[in-house]
């Protein structure tokens, strides 16, 4: 998913400072604290859910996030 997502993340770093010119540097330090935050969170909750339920439970958490940036990279390529 990483590789995958590669690509979108400088594509949404230079919307955020095209829609919002004025604010670019604020704009830019929330998207990338975000992605940062999402990447420490996410493994997180599914290593919990993994260790909670199942393994089982943990890639269906992960398979539900995957399709969910998979929306959210769809709808910020559509404002491209």
Known sequence: AGLGYSGIFPAVIAMGGRLQPENTAAITSVLIAGAGVG?????WVMSAVSDGLSV???MAFYAVMTGVMT??????LALL
């Open 71 to 76: 929306a959210l990279a769809a709808a910020t």
């Open 56 to 58: 089982t439970a943990g």
């Open 39 to 43: 990447g420490i969170v996410v493994p």
